[in-house]
T-cell receptor
Framework: SQQGEEDPQALSIQEGENATMNCSYKTSINNLQWYRQNSGRGLVHLILIRSNEREKHSGRLRVTLDTSKKSSSLLITASRAADTASYFCATDGRDTSGTYKYIFGTGTRLKVLA | DAGVIQSPRHEVTEMGQEVTLRCKPISGHDYLFWYRQTMMRGLELLIYFNNNVPIDDSGMPEDRFSAKMPNASFSTLKIQPSEPRDSAVYFC???????????FGPGTRLTVT
C-alpha cells in the first residue's frame, strides 16, 4: 500500500487531556504535514515540518519527525471539545522520475469529551 | 477569497450515467489536485495539475475517469460510465507552490446506485 499508516485509528479523551497521534510512512520525503478534517468538511492544514527538522510547535500543537524511523507524531495539548475531528498526516517527495508524489495517511479519529 | 469552490455538493446518479464534478481553485493558485475519499481506501490523490497541465495522473483508477483543466480557474473530473464503486467524496484542492499547505474545497459526495 502507498498509504501512510496512522495510529491509533480512533482516540477518545477527556477535555483538558493531551492527545497524541502517530504516523508512519514508507518512502523518503521532503516534508510532512498534518491536516484536520471535521465531519462532512474538507481538510484544513495544521502544520508542516521539513525533513531536516525534528520538532515544530504551533499554538497547542507539537509535531515531531524521526526520518530514521519514518515516523511522526502530533501532540495536541489541553484538548478542547472543538478539537474533535479526524487528523491526517501527508507526505510529499519526488519519485525516481522527479515527479512530486503526495500521500495521505489513513487518519486518526479524535473525540474529545466535554 | 471564497476559497476552493466545488459543485455540485451532492450528486446521486444511476450506474452507467456520466458524472461531471467541477472545481474552481483559489485565484492565483497554479496547482490543482483531485482526491477521492472512501472509508475503505482513505484519501487518494487521483491527479494534479500545474499551470493547467496534468503532472501526475497515476492515481486515476481507470479509463472511465478523466480530468481536464481548460484554464486557470476551472477544472472538471468526469466519470463515464459511472459504477457503484465510484461512490465516494471527491475533493479538489489548490495551492500556490509545489509543496506546502493545500486548500481543500468542501467536497462532492457522489452516490452511484
Amino acid at each position: 500500500s502507498q498509504q501512510g499508516e496512522e495510529d491509533p485509528q480512533a482516540l477518545s479523551i477527556q477535555e483538558g487531556e493531551n492527545a497524541t497521534m502517530n504516523c508512519s510512512y514508507k518512502t523518503s520525503i521532503n516534508n510532512l504535514q498534518w491536516y484536520r478534517q471535521n465531519s462532512g468538511r474538507g481538510l484544513v492544514h495544521l502544520i508542516l515540518i521539513r525533513s531536516n527538522e525534528r520538532e515544530k510547535h504551533s499554538g497547542r500543537l507539537r509535531v515531531t519527525l524521526d526520518t530514521s524511523k519514518k515516523s511522526s507524531s502530533l501532540l495536541i495539548t489541553a484538548s478542547r471539545a472543538a478539537d474533535t475531528a479526524s487528523y491526517f498526516c501527508a507526505t510529499d517527495g519526488r519519485d525516481t522520475s522527479g515527479t512530486y508524489k503526495y500521500i495521505f495517511g489513513t487518519g486518526t479519529r479524535l473525540k474529545v469529551l466535554a | 477569497d471564497a476559497g476552493v469552490i466545488q459543485s455540485p455538493r451532492h450528486e446521486v446518479t444511476e450506474m452507467g450515467q456520466e458524472v461531471t464534478l467541477r472545481c474552481k481553485p483559489i485565484s492565483g493558485h497554479d496547482y490543482l489536485f483531485w482526491y477521492r475519499q472512501t472509508m475503505m481506501r482513505g484519501l487518494e490523490l487521483l491527479i494534479y495539475f500545474n499551470n493547467n497541465v496534468p503532472i501526475d495522473d497515476s492515481g486515476m483508477p481507470e479509463d472511465r475517469f478523466s480530468a481536464k483543466m481548460p484554464n486557470a480557474s476551472f477544472s472538471t473530473l468526469k466519470i463515464q460510465p459511472s459504477e457503484p464503486r465510484d461512490s465516494a467524496v471527491y475533493f479538489c484542492a489548490s495551492t500556490d507552490r509545489v509543496v506546502g499547505e493545500q486548500y481543500f474545497g468542501p467536497g462532492t459526495r457522489l452516490t452511484v446506485t
